[in-house]
């Protein structure tokens, strides 16, 4: 009896396991599924490009089918039509579109697709917009640039408190300005250098002065009383400046002399915030020194900016995220470019391997040698689409790597420009960030 019930029991221990490694395997199926679902789809991009009229296949290494149909706007809203010629296909339907096959566009340029995808044709994924453009070609640049903005208005970098005349900690900032805001105008008159703005304070004498605040988006206008401070001078507890100056390098000049640099917004140094710029100029530069990137501690270059008048190469007109951009107003400097008018490459024909950057670190534009080591289709931070390590062995002798002052410099890959660099990562200085070529171009 007591053997019969001890194999019942084992029996019951069995069953019990089975069922459970069967809940793990299934539990572990079920995580790996979604897991695999939410990388696949964060790596497949919301919008591709692609040439009109020209054969191609979009792979993005994601298994990935559905209908594709034209988009139209009717009464100020997008609707869905079919697709009136692409490739073989009938008009008047939508196609079936499989990205690891080759398709043909047809039409007019900027035409604007829909494709509604499942991933391997069975699990409903995510709807993507392909839109035609033209090939495009831009003169890829490297050159190191000096950078300087005036920012639009005083800058609040941060706030605090002083000891007045009675040895009394005051803080008369507090509850009126914040880390960030835009000083517009004092009194109702526009204010824009950090100067005027002392001097207006030194001259208040402790009465109220009316501060027109630009903040998110808003104006807004507040009142604040200078206080004397133990010095015998006015303060009102705001760190502020109005201008920013750095080094960066230029990406490319488009033949009209339209140009892009940095990959990257300019940002305050303090806040970390993007700069509102009322105007801006890129400066001709030398190289006075390089610190080398080591593990933990990125390098930079050191550059003296020429702010003579003769030295002054082009106009900032905008600051975005993608970088800044503007025209060249000395032509002298796109014929100083070592490069033709190259082709850009549309994110999809960007493969893992060997490519190039375009950079002046040595005082004149050479090509190092790089490894593209991810892709990232759909990155939410643009500017980390690509990760990249440095393979020549005589830029990891001058700088280890990629140092600050080197944002923007071009990639290259198969005689295409695919992308800017943006970052170094501090841990590992042989690594860094690039943008795609088509985001700073969008």
């Not at 139209?72 to 939508?94: D, F, L, R």
């Not at 494709?115 to 831009?138: C, M, N, Q, R, W």
């Not at 020429?306 to 025209?327: C, F, M, P, R, W």
């Not at 892709?375 to 393979?391: C, F, G, M, W």
Request: glycine residues 10%; contains cysteine; negative net charge.
């Amino acid at each position: 009896m007591g053997e019969i019930d001890n194999s019942f029991l084992k029996y019951r221990r069995m069953k019990l396991y089975r069922r459970v490694l069967l809940f793990v395997l299934g539990f572990g199926l079920t995580v790996g599924t979604a897991t695999f679902y939410i990388y696949e789809w964060n790596r497949m991009p919301d919008v591709i490009y692609v040439e009109a009229d020209t054969r191609q296949v979009i792979d993005l290494g994601i298994p990935a089918k559905g209908e594709l149909y034209r988009e139209s706007i009717e009464a100020g809203m997008y609707t869905e039509t079919a697709v009136e010629s692409i490739s073989k296909n009938e008009p008047g339907k939508s196609i079936d579109i499989d990205f690891s096959k080759e398709i043909i566009l047809e039409g007019a340029k900027e035409d604007i697709y829909c494709a509604k995808l499942k991933l391997f044709g069975i699990l409903p994924y995510k709807t993507v917009y392909i839109e035609t453009v033209d090939t495009y070609k831009v003169i890829p640049s490297g050159q190191t640039i000096g950078i300087y903005v005036k920012m639009d208005g005083i800058y609040v970098i941060d706030v605090g408190d002083f000891k007045d005349m009675n040895g009394d900690v005051v803080m008369p900032c507090d509850n009126v300005l914040q880390v960030g805001d835009y000083i517009t105008k004092v009194n109702g008159e526009e204010i824009t250098r950090k100067k005027d703005f002392m001097e207006l304070i030194q001259n208040s004498e402790g009465n109220t002065l009316t501060l027109t605040i630009a903040r998110e988006d808003e104006e807004v206008v507040v009142d604040i009383t200078p206080q004397l401070a133990l010095d015998g001078t006015y303060k009102i507890g705001a760190w502020i400046r109005d201008s920013l100056q750095g080094v960066g390098t230029m990406t490319y000049i488009e033949e009209d002399g339209e140009y892009s640099a940095l990959g990257h917004a300019v940002r305050d140094v303090d806040t970390n915030e993007l700069v509102q710029i009322s105007s801006g100029a890129l400066y001709e530069t030398s190289i006075v020194s390089i610190t080398r990137g080591e593990e933990g501690e990125a390098g930079a270059i050191t550059g003296l900016i020429q702010y003579e008048k003769d030295k002054k190469v082009a106009e900032i007109d905008d600051n975005t995220l993608s970088g800044i951009h503007g025209t060249i107003i000395k032509e002298e400097w796109i014929e100083g470019t070592i490069c033709e008018p190259m082709e850009i490459a549309l994110k999809q024909e960007i493969e893992l391997g060997e490519a190039y950057i375009l950079s002046s670190v040595s005082g004149a534009c050479e090509m190092y040698t790089i490894e593209i080591i991810d892709i990232n289709y759909n990155h939410s931070e643009k500017k980390r689409a690509l990760t990249i390590q440095v393979t020549d062995e005589r830029l990891l002798d001058k700088t280890g790597g990629i140092v600050q002052g080197m944002s923007g410099s071009p990639i290259i890959q198969d005689e295409k420009i695919v992308g800017a660099v943006t970052h170094v990562l501090v841990n590992d200085p042989t690594k860094g960030y690039g943008i795609f070529i088509e985001e700073m171009l969008e």
